[in-house]
């Protein structure tokens, strides 16, 4: 039996390389390195890596270390995608856990702000965040400015 989908996958990938394509050059005004990719190794982070090689476009890909990764995260990044950056944290979940008074819990998520999403200030970001995840996520646009409303 064939999946039905509104749209192919073949035109899904069109859309997004193209997207990529589109906006190089702000990311290039942004930066000389390009886009700056939000790289946690899990598969959406792999699909728009792959998104960003297929459209041919200028970045560099950023892992956040938080301090409690598995090692076979660190292994399978570093096996799979050596051009990575590995990006060491200012301080450790753990001295979070300490500052805060409790550690993160799924209605406080304080770890990401602080360990995950610091990286890429005056940068095109590209994340790999899907719409279908969550209801706030479901809300988020293509594009988003930092301080400015959000569009397309």
Known sequence: ???MCLFRLEEKIAHAVSYLKMFEAAALAMSSEGYYLAFS??????????????AGAKFTAHYHITTVDPPELFYFIRKEYP???MDK????MWDL????GFPPTRMVRYCCSDLKERGGAGKFVLTGV?????????????????GMETFF
């Not at 190794?41 to 297929?54: E, F, N, T, W």
């Not at 944290?89 to 450790?92: A, N």
């Not at 856990?97 to 805060?100: D, E, P």
């Open 83 to 85: 051009d990575v950056y």
């Open 89 to 92: 944290p200012e301080t450790t």
């Open 97 to 100: 856990i300490v500052k805060k």
């Open 1 to 3: 039996m064939e999946q």
């Open 41 to 54: 190794g899990g598969k959406d982070s792999q699909v728009i890596y792959q998104l960003a090689v297929m």
């Open 130 to 146: 899907r719409w279908e995840e969550s209801r706030k996520r479901k809300n988020r646009k293509l594009v988003e400015i930092d």
